[in-house]
């Protein structure tokens, strides 16, 4: 009898437990930050840059956020969109993700002129945080 419980409780110690799935990217599961002042991370830092081709800046109000910052739950930064003096957007990749930004950018600044992101200074998020939104939208695509 003891012989049958020991040899029981063996086997289920010793049943290979089942692999953990492995969790898809959901880019929109990401938070969005918004800051005050512009932000240009440290070049060592940043892995890939761009500006957004096409875009400029509506006038900022002194309220509205100067940079979104994309991170994940462990607060984590992924991605950084901030204000050029120029009126452009420059969009910096510090964290590693499994998609190609730089194809989806052009999708983005297409989205941010259909939902009209240059007009929205109601929304806390102001401008910024529009253009940040339809990013991540577009990197699930």
């Not at 009898?1 to 089942?18: D, K, N, Q, S």
């Not at 940079?67 to 003096?85: F, V, Y």
Request: include cysteine; charge should be neutral; charged fraction near 20%.
């Amino acid at each position: 009898m003891i012989f049958r419980a020991l040899w029981t409780a063996a086997a289920i110690a010793l049943t290979p437990a089942p692999a953990t799935p492995q969790t898809s990217f959901e880019p929109l599961q990401l938070n969005i930050r918004m800051s005050p002042a512009a932000l240009h991370p440290p070049a060592d830092m940043v892995k890939q840059q761009w500006t957004l081709e096409g875009y400029r800046l509506g006038r900022l109000g002194p309220q509205a956020p100067q940079a979104a910052i994309i991170e994940n739950d462990a607060r984590q930064r992924l991605l950084i969109l901030s204000a050029a003096a120029d009126g452009t957007v420059l969009v910096y990749r510090v964290g590693d993700l499994p998609v190609d930004v730089a194809k989806q950018l052009p999708r983005a600044v297409l989205c941010g002129r259909t939902r009209h992101c240059q007009d929205n200074r109601s929304d806390p998020a102001g401008e910024l945080g529009c253009l940040a939104l339809c990013l991540l939208e577009h990197l699930s695509e």
